[in-house]
């Protein structure tokens, strides 16, 4: 993994008017989505290659996979961060990806304990926790990478199988798909409301103030629209404001559902010194800041409000 590739550049007007984010090519890549079909589900002898694969966790609780094949992509970007620096990467096997995040109940199969709490409501003067993250479907965050690398131990032992947190390179590779575009629906400016929880419109009616008697549901009220607070994206209306249950978005074209917004999720890279690489944004990024090539780094020990994280299965 890692291996480089030559290269060769595009005309970044062309590029530009199709919607890319990336203005370097290699032979093969990006390809189409009948293209991303076919690889994964592409056999032997015309025997088509099994793509779904369920382990169970015990009391009647599953984790499902999806079969990512194995190939060659512009990891990165020319138009991102300084930090998403565009290389070639091949991802030489095929591997098995979580469907979803890990949820909050396949989660408890290992550390019954956990509390992914709630999230908090923008204001003062709370009266009850705050928007709740810890319903039984949704993403298992305030998990450190710590605890996160010893759950996949765990599913390891318990299902005989190599589990393990996907690399940065794995990660970006299944998100994109085949595509070299930010998102692989498209471009900045598309519209993500089916396929992602983001910061949306509806973030900005996320003001908590005042008092509005006993025994009544918070109503959630408006920051002023030229406050840009908190930070939202004003032109979408996705399917949540806060933490949403996985599987609410529609998944891309290998069967993966909120690779881009709800949680973050942690990967096995490392992104300094000391920090461990996230990727794919959550609820509370805006669609710059949850693309394939978006990547940001925490300490391992740190459990962050919107991180959760994914397991991989070595095939």
């Given at each position: 993994?890692?291996?480089?590739?030559?290269?060769?550049?595009?005309?970044?007007?062309?590029?530009?008017?199709?919607g890319?984010?990336?203005?370097?090519?290699?032979?093969?890549?990006?390809?189409?989505?009948r293209?991303?079909?076919d690889?994964q589900?592409?056999?032997?002898?015309d025997v088509?290659?099994v793509?779904?694969?369920?382990?169970?966790?015990g009391?009647?609780?599953?984790?499902?996979?999806?079969?990512?094949?194995?190939g060659?992509?512009?990891?990165g970007?020319?138009n991102g961060y300084?930090?998403e620096?565009?290389r070639?990467?091949?991802?030489?096997?095929?591997?098995?990806?979580?469907e979803?995040?890990?949820?909050?109940?396949?989660?408890?199969?290992?550390?019954p304990?956990h509390?992914s709490?709630?999230?908090?409501m923008f204001?003062?003067?709370h009266?009850?926790?705050g928007?709740?993250?810890n319903h039984?479907?949704?993403?298992?965050?305030?998990?450190?990478?710590?605890?996160?690398?010893a759950f996949?131990?765990?599913?390891?032992k318990?299902?005989?199988?190599?589990a393990?947190?996907p690399?940065?390179?794995?990660?970006?590779?299944?998100?994109r798909?085949?595509t070299?575009?930010?998102?692989p629906?498209?471009g900045?400016?598309d519209?993500?409301?089916?396929?992602a929880?983001?910061?949306?419109k509806?973030v900005r009616?996320?003001?908590n103030?005042?008092?509005?008697?006993?025994?009544?549901?918070?109503?959630r009220?408006p920051?002023?629209v030229?406050?840009?607070?908190?930070?939202?994206?004003?032109?979408?209306?996705?399917d949540?404001f806060?933490?949403?249950?996985?599987?609410?978005?529609?998944?891309n074209?290998?069967g993966?559902?909120?690779?881009?917004g709800?949680?973050a999720?942690?990967?096995?890279?490392?992104?300094d010194?000391t920090r461990?690489?996230?990727r794919?944004?959550?609820?509370?990024s805006?669609?710059?800041?949850?693309?394939?090539?978006w990547r940001?780094?925490?300490?391992p020990?740190?459990?962050?409000?919107?991180?959760?994280f994914?397991?991989?299965?070595?095939?």
């Amino acid at each position: 993994m890692g291996a480089k590739r030559p290269f060769k550049g595009g005309e970044a007007a062309d590029l530009k008017a199709e919607g890319r984010f990336n203005h370097l090519t290699i032979p093969g890549w990006p390809f189409t989505k009948r293209a991303a079909i076919d690889a994964q589900t592409g056999g032997v002898d015309d025997v088509p290659q099994v793509t779904v694969m369920t382990l169970p966790l015990g009391d009647g609780v599953s984790m499902t996979f999806r079969r990512i094949p194995a190939g060659v992509y512009v990891m990165g970007s020319t138009n991102g961060y300084p930090n998403e620096v565009p290389r070639v990467v091949t991802v030489a096997k095929a591997f098995w990806l979580g469907e979803t995040e890990v949820r909050n109940d396949q989660y408890h199969a290992f550390d019954p304990a956990h509390d992914s709490r709630f999230q908090d409501m923008f204001g003062k003067d709370h009266i009850v926790p705050g928007w709740i993250g810890n319903h039984r479907l949704m993403p298992a965050v305030r998990v450190s990478w710590e605890r996160a690398a010893a759950f996949c131990a765990w599913l390891g032992k318990k299902t005989g199988r190599a589990a393990r947190l996907p690399t940065e390179e794995e990660w970006e590779w299944a998100a994109r798909c085949g595509t070299d575009t930010p998102f692989p629906w498209g471009g900045l400016a598309d519209d993500y409301s089916k396929y992602a929880n983001l910061a949306d419109k509806q973030v900005r009616w996320s003001m908590n103030e005042g008092w509005d008697g006993p025994g009544r549901i918070r109503p959630r009220k408006p920051y002023k629209v030229e406050q840009n607070f908190p930070l939202h994206d004003e032109q979408r209306t996705d399917d949540a404001f806060s933490l949403n249950y996985v599987r609410r978005a529609l998944p891309n074209l290998w069967g993966l559902y909120d690779m881009h917004g709800n949680a973050a999720e942690w990967t096995a890279s490392a992104y300094d010194a000391t920090r461990k690489t996230v990727r794919g944004g959550s609820f509370a990024s805006r669609p710059k800041d949850a693309t394939s090539s978006w990547r940001w780094g925490y300490e391992p020990w740190q459990k962050v409000y919107d991180v959760g994280f994914r397991v991989l299965i070595e095939e």
